[in-house]
């Protein structure tokens, strides 16, 4: 891999170990140290432990970002779908459920939403570190575990909408947010 050319390891292994944290928010904090790189792997060539990178938060630009839509997750019991999944190097970092304008009290609705994804499909909700809800021209986020109303923050750009998302999301800020501030 190119963010850890000095470890010889199964990248399925590292899916794998990701996929069975428990579902819930130690779990949650198990991927946060994973994407920290504060969790290890065996290499094999080595025969030891050695700390895996799955983001380079140094130079953001040796990462791969993408921006899903409408992306679902079904447990076998219950499916439910998000909004908008924002990932880095494959993995999920942040859901976002936007709310149309015309919905009285979008904020409230997709706070909603988000509750019943941790009630009904907690596996969704276990790697992201984020979430956040749009409504017209409001932006709010908060951690994925952290489902109060008062837990939840209003991000403060007084530009427009877009001026909002972008800022939010942008890259090197994104990165200090996981790093430092989760």
Do not use: C, M
Not at 113 to 130: D, G, I
Request: hydrophobic residues 35%; glycine residues 4%.
């Amino acid at each position: 891999s190119k963010l850890n050319p000095r470890l010889n390891f199964d990248p399925q292994a590292v899916i794998r170990q990701l996929e069975n944290v428990r579902a819930d928010i130690e779990g949650n904090y198990q991927v946060l140290l994973y994407l920290r790189g504060e969790k290890s792997i065996y290499d094999s060539e080595q025969k030891r432990e050695l700390n895996l990178t799955l983001i380079d938060f140094d130079h953001p630009e040796n990462n791969l970002y993408h921006v899903t839509d409408e992306w679902s997750y079904t447990n076998g019991r219950h499916t439910n779908r998000a909004d908008a999944v924002f990932l880095i190097n494959g993995i999920p970092i942040a859901i976002v459920e936007a709310k149309g304008a015309k919905k009285s009290d979008g904020i409230e609705h997709g706070l909603t939403q988000v509750r019943r994804y941790h009630r009904e499909t907690p596996e969704l909700v276990t790697a992201p570190q984020v979430w956040d809800v749009t409504h017209f021209h409001d932006f709010y986020y908060g951690g994925t575990w952290s489902l109060d109303r008062k837990n939840l923050f209003k991000w403060k750009d007084d530009e427009s909408f877009e001026s909002r998302v972008k800022s939010f999301f942008d890259r090197p800020r994104l990165l200090s947010l996981l790093r430092d501030y989760i």
